[in-house]
């Protein structure tokens, strides 16, 4: 990339400061319900696998940054843990999933021992990752999966409803 020299008094466009400064280009934004979850005693998760974006739609981008959104319920009890929490996946287009972030916890509530059920108060989660993109990645295209986890502690169900993923690339 070459910087664009500015003298004093020029006028500058939006191009000027994007091709000195890159851009941001938004590839995908995902307001369905396929990841939300509602789950008791027992872990559940749901997968959703993100359109691939080409090598073209690349561009000359380094990173593709992904933003989630999560509205969490959590409950507890004295016994075991209750979270929300998320896997992100990349693979270049024609290979394999691999992890780019494993399952992190998102919204987590510990036991209490005090032999009361507890919710947490519900929480807007808003989570950011950066992925940097691999060499194949960049020449043959990218696609993400993202998985989505609840778990309660008791019968009460712990919720994790998606308000939003936003998929964008960094240049």
Known sequence: ????????????????????????????VYTGIDLDLSANTSESSASYEFTSITSEELGGASYIKIDYKLDSSVWQDENVNGYTALKIESKDIGGAYSDTLSK???????????????????????????????????????QFQLTSYAKAGTSNNTIGTVKQVVLSGAY
Not at 107 to 120: C, E, F, Q, V
């Open 104 to 142: 992190t916890f998102l919204h987590y509530m510990s036991t209490t021992n005090t032999g009361t059920a507890r919710k947490n108060n519900r929480n807007l989660v808003s989570f950011s990752w950066l992925h940097v993109l691999t060499n194949d990645e960049k020449l043959n295209g990218v």
């Open 1 to 28: 990339m070459t910087l664009k020299e500015f003298t004093s008094g020029e006028r500058l466009t939006a191009q000027d400061l994007n091709d000195n400064f890159g851009g941001v280009k938004v590839h995908e």
